[in-house]
């Protein structure tokens, strides 16, 4: 079935669309990373919302380490910074710090690690301790977390599909520390494939409980929340109640983090002087403090999609404010089912325009569409916080403008061979049709023409390796050359019967009638061009000079112009030697037959005379394949002429 261009065009964009919203549905891990910079593009894109005043940061920073002494500093130490934060009006004091052994020193006579203890009875204070992952179970038997009560709630029928990541371990504080804190947080955050970090879980599975992260575990306590549920829609989406706060979770119980800025976007206080007093009365009053190290040596740092060394203290006070603020960025249950549906209503759009108005206007219309996705998604990022993906519309809208141009260009190349094959077609039956006007005139004459065709070829093949000629005997020049060469005689229609089939000699009248044949073959051609109204046609000039200039003689002895040298054009130079070489061959008009031997020194007598010497040294070197051409074109007209 005939398709037409336009449809064609129109039918190859619904390919790459259909194709992008099967990637939306399956979503490859091959396509991971890219996703993961579009949500980053767009999470730069949006602006930033200034942190929570309630949430602040304690850095044991290089300064603080010049003032009290290298790290770890002793638990008595640690003991006054805790008193002296929650002395300055500290609601939470979350510690981003393992004490994973006992204190080697001594305060007064008393152990360091009971005096820390001592100070964590006292309350308000969050301890910190990591999950491990080993295949090998390296939870130590003294170590003591605090479990949250939770209540899960599932909407989807998969029971057998854990919402969290299911730890085998962990590294803990000293258990007289952790007793006396009565609570305590883990500290795990795994960045992405890419090495940026998006994502933090907010809870995980040990042994069959369920624990909370830091930042979590001291909001709570902040708040005094009292009901905590884990509600899952599905295996990519859950949602955390805490009393009224509704928490948008991933299948895996990750908070996607609303980052606030580069890193210190948090107020940082150092703890030299919270611990010298420098700071003033109630500068923490009601706040969530976390203490953390970023002295040089002892900090741990991230990368994110807002800056690549952010402080792991700064990770925890992230999420800790936006459970506060409760602005966070959710992918919604329907996210996926609103990026294909966009993915396709926008690409059908697209390809419906190209058909009706055209590539330059539907280009035009579906680069608006990308830009107005890309507007969109962060307008929602922004606005709702909801994270839109904006990557599988754009590959779409992309591979359907890609798939349009490549076979409108692929539709426009089919037109423009045809258009060669038809001008080809058009020569080669101008050149046919003038050939049987010859040969209506005289047999011989045509057939004799006919044969130059394949000579023609071979020597200029020949003539080309030359460096003086290669510029202009180009392939394509070749071909239409000797495609054109059997026209050389074509003037011999307006030479009267009586010169062409006479017998014997011409008389000198009669042989100057016979030589304008040359004039009256260009005049054919100028009057056709003329008549249609065509000038500077390559194939018509080429045609002229082959006709005009064919029995010009190098030494300028020729006719009708008596052109010498150089002057003569050079399809004038070749078809001068292929026509003596296929008349002294094959015709009577020489008076008998030569035989090849006696044909190429007759050519090679006239080098310099009668023909252009490097046209007879490319003859001689490819004489022996003109004879073979000879012999095949003779064989051939006795077999067509037994045939009849």
Known sequence: ??????????????????????????????????????????????????????????????????????????????????????????????????????????????????????????????????????????????????????????????????????????????????????????????????????????????????????????????????????????????????????????????????????????????????????????????????????????????????????????????????LLQQDFIRRPEFGVTVETETALALGIAGILLVGRFGLLWGSISITLFGAAVWIAATSIFTRYGMFLSPLYPTLGLGGALAAMTGARFAVEHRRADRAVQDKATSQRLMVQSLLSLTEVRDAETGRHSRRTQRYTKVLADQLARDPRYAARLTPDYIELLSSLAPLHDIGKVGVPDRLLNKPGDLTEEELAEMRKHPAHGRDVIVNAQRDVGVHGNVIMDVAKEIVYTHHEKWDGSGYPQGLKGTDIPIPGRLIALVDVYDAVLTRSLYRRPMTHEQAVALITKGRGTHFDPAVVDAFLSVSDVMARVSAEEIAEEARHARGH
């Open 1 to 322: 079935m005939k398709v037409r261009p336009r449809t064609f065009v129109v039918l190859c964009g619904f390919v790459p669309t259909i194709a992008a919203a099967l990637l939306c549905l399956y979503r490859p891990a091959l396509l991971a990373n890219l996703e993961y910079s579009v949500y980053d593009v767009v999470m730069r894109a949006a602006p930033t919302r200034p942190p929570d005043a309630r949430v602040a940061i304690i850095d044991i920073d290089e300064r603080s380490l010049s003032a009290v002494g290298q790290w770890p500093w002793r638990r008595n130490v640690v003991s006054t910074l805790i008193t002296k934060l929650r002395d300055l009006g500290s609601s939470v004091i979350a510690l981003d710090i393992i004490f994973a052994e006992s204190d080697r020193f001594q305060a007064d006579g008393a152990d360091t690690d009971d005096v820390l203890a001592a100070t964590l009875r006292e309350g308000h204070v969050i301890l910190g301790y990591a999950l491990t992952f080993d295949k090998v179970n390296t939870k130590a038997s003294a170590c003591v977390e605090h479990p949250l009560g939770l209540a899960i709630v599932r909407r989807d029928d998969d029971q057998g599909y854990g919402p969290f990541f299911k730890a085998t371990g962990s590294i803990c504080s000293l258990p007289v520390l952790t007793q006396a804190a009565g609570a305590s947080g883990f500290l795990n955050a795994a960045p992405d494939p890419d090495g940026l970090l998006r994502r933090v879980p907010l809870l995980m599975e040990l042994d069959g409980l369920v624990y909370p992260a830091l930042s979590l575990a001291s909001v709570l306590a902040a708040t005094r929340a009292r009901d905590v549920t884990l509600d899952i829609a599905n295996v990519n989406t859950a949602t955390l109640v805490v009393d009224e706060r509704r928490v948008p979770l991933d299948g895996k119980s990750n908070l996607l983090a609303h980052y606030r800025g580069v890193k210190r976007t948090f107020p940082y206080f150092s703890a030299a002087d919270v611990m010298s007093g420098a700071i003033p009365d109630g500068a923490f009053h009601d706040k969530l403090v976390f203490v953390g190290t970023t002295a040089l040596g002892t900090r741990e740092v991230v990368a994110t999609p807002l800056d690549t060394l952010f402080a792991g203290v700064e990770v925890q006070a992230t999420v800790a404010d936006n």
